[in-house]
């Protein structure tokens, strides 16, 4: 029986079978982890590596002052399209007081995820800086806003695209609150849209990715096609 922090050493000599396609068998040996107990300390690291690129949700919310919060999330994905759905996960603090971003969902319901690219990664990662409670990281970095259609937390002018959203649950588990948003509206930059498709220019969009933390992104401008069995 495999054991927690065991190696496993899986099947037979080649991880290819004679069609070329990958076999169940092959020589990779394993190293088996178990997150909650044995690993728990180094959890956040070897998920936050191995599941990855994960897409950044640069988040704008409102501030109980009026003042415009924005911090990048990379727990985030889209969940479904009827409704369109987006979550984002802002963990608690080491203190287990919640994130500014977390506050700022649940008083206000609103929320809109600016996307980022390559020109904006720099003050992105800029405004993960821990500001008090009321301080703008727009204001802190000269950021400019345009405002929402549908909600009142505005946008950051300069993102390729906005979703703004409005908050329909909010789910916590244990220090972590899974933000679940209904998209009202998509902002995107003309040149990014194919108004005769209605389809997004994925030859020119090109958001950056987040890789292992800390600090490791990727770029998203070598896109390729598998064609799927029809
Ligand atoms: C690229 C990037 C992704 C991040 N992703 C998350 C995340 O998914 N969840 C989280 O709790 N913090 C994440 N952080 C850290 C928050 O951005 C940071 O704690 C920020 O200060 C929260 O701001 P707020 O208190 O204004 O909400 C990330 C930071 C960076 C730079």
Not at 19 to 47: H, R, V, W
Not at 149 to 176: F, Q
Request: a negative charge.
């Amino acid at each position: 029986m495999i054991a927690d922090g065991d190696r496993e050493v899986a099947g037979t000599e080649s991880g290819l079978q004679g069609n070329g396609a990958p076999s169940l068998f092959c020589q990779n040996i394993f190293m088996e982890l178990d997150l909650l107990t044995t690993y728990a300390e180094k959890a956040y690291p070897i998920l936050a590596a191995l599941v990855t690129p994960r897409p950044i949700a640069w988040v704008t919310t409102l501030n109980e002052n009026g003042t415009v919060n924005a911090a990048p999330f990379s727990f985030f994905n889209v969940f479904g399209d009827e409704p369109p759905m987006v979550v984002f996960a802002p963990g608690n603090r080491d203190d287990g007081s919640p994130k500014d971003t977390a506050l700022n969902c649940k008083r206000t319901g609103e929320f809109v995820i600016n996307m980022v690219n390559e020109a904006l990664g720099e003050v992105m990662v800029r405004t993960s800086a821990s500001l008090a409670y009321g301080e703008s990281e727009i204001e802190h970095t000269g950021l400019v806003t345009i405002a929402s259609s549908t909600v009142a937390p505005p946008r950051i002018a300069l993102a390729p695209a906005a979703l703004e959203c409005k908050v329909h649950d909010i789910l916590e588990i244990s220090g972590n609150r899974l933000v679940i948003g209904i998209v009202t509206r998509v902002q995107v930059q003309d040149e990014y849209f194919d108004a005769a498709t209605s389809r997004i220019r994925t030859d020119l969009y090109h958001p950056i990715g987040r890789m292992a933390v800390p600090d490791w992104y990727c770029k998203t401008d070598q896109q390729y096609s598998i064609d799927r069995p029809r």
